[in-house]
């Protein structure tokens, strides 16, 4: 296979540096502060992204604050009750964290907030699972992400480990989900756009317990949804419209790198640009923004997924140009404000940093 289908190609770890080298720009806007509320860390046979390789990312012109890490299956424990395994992830994190925030690597905070996973379908059971997460990383554990993200569809569903069909629904997974909000944790959705419908019925169900959308509602322009794009439109932006009525969810702008969204960027000879990467987002970025506000939205760069399809200088430049018609107030909720209020972040990461004497 060529680099070309390689890039961002199932499961998702190839990154062609050569060919992100090709694509260059100028920072915009560099002094406004940026809280990124969404990427991973691994170490996997075929890719690692530890601290060196995000810090990398992040010091490459834009100025991030402080980051929120969401969960992948990372430095799961080997042994001990397997029901506890994810528990490492946290720790793990925690300790990449506490590196972060001892202020040797430089003034930005990596992980500040931790979204870990915990199988709800453990129901009544999740909540000793959560505390222990909550015990683990006292200062930073925010919430977790369980994936339900299912299609029939193959070229849809890339998960390494999918869901099971109709996760959402499972009696189990609404009673270990009951126990977020009692804990006062959040719950971050993966769900493919077809799904969005069965998340507002969960949503309903557990109306206290805060809900951040990723990835813009996961709308595919894959598979069966490929060559129809203002069906698919219509049906997603619905589901967003309704979401945006429950006022416990927030929603993250972003993800749309993924090969999932049916652009075809990975396979071009040169990466694409910030314009032609915010004329492509732009109508389902302005569509969420419109839909839940500033107040209640934020960038986000799922990286190393995202990286993919551009850099990290090209995405947050591609994400000022989408927010360039928007007030002061309103850009700095998108970039920081919003995710240091949904993760209950430290308000300083959303202000300028201190100039150095």
Known sequence: MNNAKRRGAPPHHFIDDAWLALRDEPVLDPERPIVDPHHHLWDRPHHRYLLPEILADLNTGHHVRGTVFAECSSMYRADGDPRFACVGEVEFVNGIAAMSASGVYGPVRVAAGIVGKVDLTLG???????????????????????????????????????????????????????????????????????????????????????????????????????????????????????????????????????????????ERDLPPTSEELAEAWGPYVHTCIEAFGTSRAMFESNFPVDKSCCSYRVLWNTF???????????????????????????????QPAPRQP
């Open 124 to 266: 009544a059971f999740a909540e000793d699972v959560l505390r222990a997460c909550m015990e683990r990383a006292p200062d930073r554990f925010r919430g977790i992400r369980h994936m339900a993200a299912w299609d029939a569809s193959p070229e849809v569903s890339t998960l390494l480990r999918p869901p099971p069909h109709d996760l959402l629904l499972n009696p189990a997974f609404r009673e270990g989900h009951s126990v977020l909000g009692r804990l006062g944790l959040s719950f971050d959705a993966w769900v493919y756009h077809p799904q969005l419908p069965q998340l507002i019925e969960l949503i309903d169900a557990n109306p206290h317990t805060p809900v951040v959308l990723n990835h813009l509602g996961g709308r595919a322009g894959l598979g069966p949804y490929a060559g129809r794009q203002d069906e698919v439109f219509k049906q997603w932006k619905a589901s967003i419209l309704a979401l945006a009525e429950r006022p416990n969810v927030t929603v993250k702008l972003g993800g749309i790198g993924m090969r999932l969204g049916g652009f075809d960027f990975h």
């Open 320 to 350: 000022k140009r989408l927010a360039s018609g928007f007030s002061e107030s309103e850009k700095a909720d998108l970039f920081a404000g919003s995710a240091v209020r949904s993760y209950r972040l430290p308000p300083e990461l959303a």
